[in-house]
């Protein structure tokens, strides 16, 4: 074939414009893999950061659930020191007489309880002043600790499980709250009702040891979840 000045023309132009059509295709592919890459990088960084908030939401809970150990143990030592003062007991001494020289040194051999000692007033108002408002307190974290809507997110497993832990934790603190009402009538008595008192104290305290171990499983179990929750933070940054 015999190419003339214009046909030469001709040609170069269609060349150019197939080179500029594969140019064309190139940058468009090159900024579509740019913009998923952009798009995967942005979803990574999304999920990293949500899961961070929800592992500090969940070390909200745990510290919560800590909180509410030293709420019970308040409770307990009230109760105990309420049940130690109306449980004391007066001591009589049995001796042999023990001849050194000639000094007669009268030596105990054994003890013996008799009866229980009137309660000190001031030590008895001691317990209960204290024990009072912190079952207010005890009640108010419950309740806190209890709201499942207010609760951050957990496995469903995790979920279920800490439910059926904490679900009764109210009712347990007001079971708690009733004993010590029943328990305020037997203090302002004269004289005082020492088996009685002793009974409602006791109970207080078997109530809060009670709760105490539902409260030390739950801690585990969130802990166990906020471990797992940091592993998985920790894989979607990388």
Sequence with gaps: MRFTPGNNSTHMKRVLLVCNMVSLIFLSSLLENKTYAAENTDT?????????VNV??????LQSIRDFRLD????????????DEVTRQPISFQAVPNVVGTVVIDLPVSIKEVGLLEPRHDWIMNGVNKMGPTIELLKKDAESIGKREARPDFSKKT??????????????????HEQYKKLLPLVKTNPYNNTA????????????????KTRSRAEKLVRKEIKKQRKLEKKSRS
């Design 159 to 176: 979920d279920e499980e800490l439910e059926k832990l904490t679900g009764n934790w109210i009712a347990q603190v007001n079971e708690m």
């Design 72 to 83: 019970l143990k308040r409770i307990r030592q009230a109760a105990q020191d309420i049940f």
């Design 56 to 61: 500090e939401k969940q070390e909200v809970t």
């Design 44 to 52: 990574k960084n999304s999920s990293g950061v949500t899961l961070k």
């Design 197 to 212: 008192i002793a009974a409602r104290s006791r109970s207080i305290f078997l109530g809060a040891k009670a709760l105490e």
